[in-house]
């Protein structure tokens, strides 16, 4: 089990170019699409857990999200074809205790996003972080909206220094915090909010 801390923030195309070509640090690059799922009475989101199936690269990665602490939020994954496939051991990788009945009732897709992600790896002397350069769509309820994010996330070292260097990179490039993840975004879509 992990705690994931990341800060998103909006940005346009041309921000994330500029972003790209000024970074420098190992790149990597993902086609990614995700589905997120949630029990038919909405259960899992009513929780703020949040359970999805991405392919990266084609590759069936199936994570399980969940509040943790005040700012960052508990994530474990399993490499699986399947949703289904995987549940038993998202729950035991959890520890959470209300998962398994939550989950009796079933769960359905509800929403999604298909986006390509460049991924920069940036070694710092108080912390590692990977900027992740997404642009794709998110969708759901029939409907979808342009990705266009910027998220900067902790892989190793202080939160403070991923704060700071965040904040900076916004500051430079004119970013804009982005309070909602792509599944609430997404999830809006699909609710016609």
């Known amino acids: 089990m992990g705690i994931e801390f990341e800060l998103k923030f909006r940005a346009t195309e041309s921000q994330l170019s500029a972003v790209k070509a000024a970074l420098t640090g190992e790149i ?5 699409q995700t589905t997120y799922y949630d029990t ?8 703020y857990y949040t ?6 690269n084609e ?16 994530e474990v994954e399993v ?3 399947e949703i289904e496939s995987a549940i038993p051991e998202l729950c035991k990788l959890s520890g959470l205790t209300d998962l398994p009945g939550l989950l009796a009732e079933g769960i359905v897709p509800v929403c999604g996003a298909k986006f390509h992600r460049t991924a920069i790896t940036v070694s710092m002397p108080d912390c590692i972080v990977e900027v992740a350069l997404d642009q794709g769509v998110l969708f759901g309820g ?9 998220e900067v996330e902790q892989k190793d070292g202080s939160r403070d220094a991923v704060i700071a260097y965040a904040t900076v990179l916004a500051h430079q490039y004119g970013l804009v915090l982005e309070q909602d993840s792509k599944f609430r975004r997404a999830l809006a879509l699909a609710k016609g909010e």
Do not use: Q
Request: proline residues 9%; positive net charge.
């Open 28 to 32: 990597c690059e993902y086609d990614m």
């Open 40 to 47: 038919p009475s909405g259960a899992l989101s009513n929780r």
């Open 51 to 56: 359970m999805r199936r991405r392919l990266e």
């Open 59 to 74: 590759c069936s990665v199936c994570t399980l999200k969940y509040p943790a602490d005040k700012i960052g939020r508990g």
């Open 79 to 81: 490499v699986c074809p």
């Open 142 to 150: 029939g409907r979808e909206i342009p990705l266009c994010e910027l």
